[in-house]
Structures are given as C-alpha cells and as structure tokens.
C-alpha cells in the first residue's frame, strides 16, 4: 500500500452506535489531520497530530474522539453522532505541522440515520 | 483568521479551451498556496503550489499565479480535456494551517 489509506471507505451508523474510522499513512510523515468536508462547504479541520501528539482541535464537539497511537496511524473514534455529522472524513498527512504540503486518503462517507 | 473566498462556484468549458479558477485570502502572513483536484469517490489530490517568493509557476497545461499585494491567486488550466472535469479547491497556510476554499465545479464538455 502506498499514500494515506481509510477504511471502511462507507459506513452507516445509528445515532445510539460506537464506531470507529481508521487512518494509515505509508509515507513516513510526522504530521496527521482529519478533516469534514460536508457538501457546499470548505474543508473544515478537526484535529492535527504531529508526532503523536495532539496540537490542535478545533472545537469539535466530544462525541468525536481522535487517537493516534504512533506516527503511522490515526483513529477517530465516533458516538452518539447527529445526523448533521454526516459527511466524508478525510485524513490527510505531512512531513511536518510546518512542510505545508498534505497528503489526503480517499476518505470515509459516514451517513448517521 | 485566514477566509479564502474562491470564484466561481462552478465552471463549464469546451474541451480545448482554457479555465481559470480565482482566490482571494485575507491573512497576509500566509506563505503557501496549493491547488487541489478531488474526483468523485477520491479525496483531494495536490497539483500545483505556490510559495509567497514566486510569482508564477507551470507544470504541464496547468500554472498558478500569485498577487502578494492584491492577495489574490489563480489556476490556469490550458487546453482543457474531459479528464480535467473535477472539483478544484484552493487553500492558503501559514504555519502549515491549510484554509479552503469552497470549491469549483469544473465541467469540461467534450
């Protein structure tokens, strides 16, 4: 595998499930972000991870959950969700916080009924 | 902070002509501005950049320009071709924070 992948690349869930979106970059970058990208709309970035640690968040609300357990990959755990939560998750990567170019995976469209 | 207002919202062309998608941004700190194709099913895929001490760069049938003091920026893509049809999204970053823009829908007619 090369570049960033997600899976599952679609996933219906009910408001009340727990799931989970998976992240793997193969290009061994230090710098990993999600996005939302909901139709009409600009990109809207959630959180960025830089050497596994969180460095930002941009006021997402709780029941979305990242965790990055080492450089390589990164998790967005989900509960709870609303039905406006439906939209593609995109994880990106870069070298670094700093190096500008990012990387995007092909993306997971969530639909929350 | 940084807006990115991006023009027009959707564009249709004739095969073999040229398009061109504009930007403005707001924060004139930002040094970095990439362009990005996202086909439908894919995510968005890096073609172009440009960095705040170059006014112009190429590759291929695509270029980008840069205004610093206008702060605005475009793409240019010559001779158009079906598999050019695509959402095209601009962003501008500084610090390595990338703001979008909205999109534009470019539909190049056969």
């Known amino acids: 595998e090369t570049g960033v992948t997600q899976t599952p690349r679609h996933l219906v869930m009910g408001m009340t499930n727990k799931k989970s979106l998976k992240c793997e970059q193969h290009?061994?970058?230090?710098?990993m972000y999600w996005y939302k990208q909901s139709a009409k709309k600009p990109l809207e970035l959630m959180f960025v991870?830089?050497?596994?640690?969180?460095?930002e968040n941009n006021s997402v609300p709780s029941r979305f959950s990242p965790e990055c357990p080492n450089s390589s990959h990164l998790f967005l755990h989900l509960h709870t969700l609303q039905p406006e939560d439906s939209a593609l998750y995109l994880c990106?990567?870069?070298?670094?916080?700093?190096?500008?170019?990012?990387?995007f995976g092909p993306g997971t469209r969530l639909t929350v009924l | 902070g940084e807006n990115v207002e991006q023009h027009p919202s959707t564009l249709s062309v004739q095969e073999g002509d040229s398009a061109v998608i504009k930007c403005t941004y707001s924060d004139s700190a930002s040094n970095y501005f990439p362009w990005y194709k996202q086909e439908l099913g894919k995510g968005p895929q890096l073609i172009i950049d440009?960095?705040?001490?170059?006014g112009e760069k190429k590759d291929q049938r695509i270029a980008v320009t840069l205004n610093k003091t206008a702060k605005h920026f475009s793409l240019h893509i010559t001779e158009t071709q079906p598999e050019d049809s695509a959402v095209y999204f601009c962003?501008?970053?500084?610090?390595?924070?990338?703001?979008f823009g909205q999109g534009t829908e470019l539909s190049v007619k056969p």
């Open positions: 990106a990567s870069s070298q670094d916080v700093i190096a500008g170019e990012q990387f």
């Open positions: 440009i960095r705040s001490n170059v």
């Open positions: 290009l061994g970058h230090n710098a």
């Open positions: 991870y830089s050497l596994e640690e969180r460095v």
């Open positions: 962003a501008a970053s500084k610090e390595g924070k990338l703001i």
